[in-house]
């Protein structure tokens, strides 16, 4: 992890904000990840050669859709943290069978810390 945080409070925050992300993966609801996003939060990325772009909401019924991924794994491997802004970089595995790459940009508002955007790769 990298990045010129003063305090390691930020970086717990920071991963408990990716973890409810992955709490709503693992149950399979919309519903579980919202407390990661911020209301305005866009997600972007190609499943083949389409482009799922758009607002969060997006991703959100897509996970309803698809459902409990109980077998999922993943590892946070990076965390920048700036002042109020960050990157997370994350690597998940056996997302409904899928491997994924996901980069997180996040903002620290009123001392919260919320993902702003989403970009994905979808490994072949």
């Known amino acids: 992890m990298s990045g010129t945080a003063t305090n390691l ?10 973890q409810h992300y992955l709490d709503g993966a693992k149950s399979g609801k919309g519903n579980d990840m919202k407390p990661a996003f911020h209301k305005d939060a866009t997600i972007f990325g190609y499943v083949g050669p389409d482009l799922f ?6 991703l959100f019924d897509w996970n309803d859709q698809n459902g409990a991924a109980t077998g999922i794994q993943s590892r946070i491997s990076e965390i ?4 109020t802004i ?11 069978g899928s491997r994924f790459t996901d980069m997180f940009t996040l903002l620290k508002t009123d001392g919260k810390w919320q993902i702003m955007n989403k970009v994905f790769h979808l490994h072949s």
């Open 9 to 18: 409070g930020d970086y717990e925050a920071i991963t408990k904000v990716v």
């Open 53 to 58: 772009a758009g607002p969060i909401q997006g």
């Open 80 to 83: 920048d943290i700036v002042g």
């Open 86 to 96: 960050a990157n997370v970089r994350l690597e998940i595995d056996n997302w409904k």
